[in-house]
């Protein structure tokens, strides 16, 4: 489910809302809760996607339309500590980004974003675009850097904190992982995604007592949100608490009777609940 960030008003240099930002394809990470002499016998892997937001295209064309046809062409520029900044192209370039990103092409998107940006360095849309973009390219500490910026210039970007904070959790960087999730978790106390992270990261560390709470939050706030459920069914079966957690498996397979990790963790359950 991809939860919306609440725009700043006006944005930085009056851009706010006229650049689109990407959702990435959802993807699933696996991660063993380690130290846990049962989660040893049991195998047990949390699972989780994070989420990543998309914010309405640019409307800037219609809204000029009328201007260009009278007048031949409107440059929208304001002035940026002393810089001239051009809004339009440079909405414009992020929307050719996120488009081509859409399609696979992510060396020519990522073109695109620098492009942007070069243009509104003071967007934390383009920063954020673009560390989604290197990301994908696999270079993850540039991804981070971007991702940074963009909290520079917006430090409540939802968004930027949660996906930071997984890049983090894969470099093994839990701490900090933590830290960016609870303050996605702080602005945006809704955010499921931020929740089913953050438990995850814990998790990581062996602290399935303090993920547990975390994964609930989660389903609390996304009743179908399968991989939380798997998450949460997963950590009480690491803490031999099987009733629970075969409670949890049933609810994922009656909403979805395909999730083939509950299954599987299902049937775990059950026979360590016969011995």
């Given at each position: 489910?991809?939860?919306?960030?609440?725009?700043?008003?006006?944005?930085?240099?009056?851009?706010?809302?006229?650049?689109?930002?990407?959702?990435?394809?959802?993807?699933?990470?696996?991660?063993?809760?380690?130290?846990?002499?049962?989660?040893?016998?049991?195998?047990?892997?949390?699972?989780?996607?994070?989420?990543?937001?998309?914010?309405?295209?640019?409307?800037?064309?219609?809204?000029l339309s009328g201007a260009n046809a009278s007048t031949g062409s409107v440059e929208a520029t304001v002035?940026?500590?002393?810089?001239?900044?051009?809004?339009?192209?440079?909405?414009?370039?992020?929307?050719?980004?996120?488009?081509?990103?859409?399609?696979?092409?992510?060396?020519?998107?990522?073109?695109?974003?620098?492009?942007?940006?070069?243009?509104?360095?003071?967007?934390?849309?383009?920063?954020?675009?673009?560390?989604?973009?290197?990301?994908?390219?696999?270079?993850?500490?540039?991804?981070?850097?971007?991702?940074?910026?963009?909290?520079?210039?917006?430090?409540?970007?939802?968004?930027?904190?949660?996906?930071?904070?997984?890049?983090?959790?894969?470099?093994?960087?839990?701490?900090?992982?933590?830290?960016?999730?609870?303050?996605a978790s702080k602005i945006s106390p809704d955010n499921a995604s931020a929740q089913n992270n953050l438990?995850?990261?814990?998790?990581?560390?062996?602290?399935?007592?303090?993920?547990?709470?975390?994964?609930?939050?989660?389903?609390?706030?996304?009743?179908?949100?399968?991989?939380?459920?798997?998450?949460?069914?997963?950590?009480?079966?690491?803490?031999?608490?099987?009733?629970?957690?075969?409670?949890?498996?049933?609810?994922?397979?009656?909403?979805?009777?395909?999730?083939?990790?509950?299954?599987?963790?299902?049937?775990?359950?059950?026979?360590?609940?016969?011995?």
């Amino acid at each position: 489910m991809a939860h919306r960030r609440q725009h700043r008003p006006g944005g930085k240099n009056g851009t706010r809302g006229m650049g689109r930002k990407i959702s990435p394809s959802s993807l699933f990470l696996a991660i063993a809760l380690a130290g846990l002499v049962l989660l040893t016998a049991l195998s047990g892997w949390l699972r989780h996607r994070p989420t990543n937001q998309l914010p309405a295209k640019s409307n800037i064309q219609s809204s000029l339309s009328g201007a260009n046809a009278s007048t031949g062409s409107v440059e929208a520029t304001v002035s940026g500590g002393g810089q001239s900044v051009d809004v339009e192209k440079a909405a414009d370039l992020q929307n050719r980004g996120t488009e081509l990103l859409t399609q696979g092409k992510v060396d020519e998107a990522v073109v695109q974003f620098k492009a942007a940006m070069k243009l509104n360095p003071e967007d934390e849309d383009a920063h954020y675009n673009l560390a989604l973009a290197l990301a994908r390219q696999g270079d993850r500490a540039s991804a981070k850097q971007e991702y940074l910026e963009a909290l520079r210039i917006y430090p409540d970007y939802t968004e930027a904190h949660n996906n930071l904070g997984n890049l983090l959790v894969a470099d093994g960087k839990f701490e900090e992982a933590i830290e960016h999730f609870r303050a996605a978790s702080k602005i945006s106390p809704d955010n499921a995604s931020a929740q089913n992270n953050l438990g995850n990261a814990l998790a990581r560390q062996g602290k399935v007592g303090e993920a547990i709470p975390c994964f609930r939050e989660a389903v609390r706030l996304k009743s179908d949100y399968l991989e939380a459920r798997h998450n949460l069914a997963s950590a009480y079966l690491a803490q031999g608490r099987i009733d629970e957690a075969i409670t949890e498996f049933t609810a994922i397979l009656r909403l979805n009777p395909d999730f083939t990790p509950a299954r599987h963790g299902l049937l775990k359950a059950r026979q360590l609940q016969t011995k």
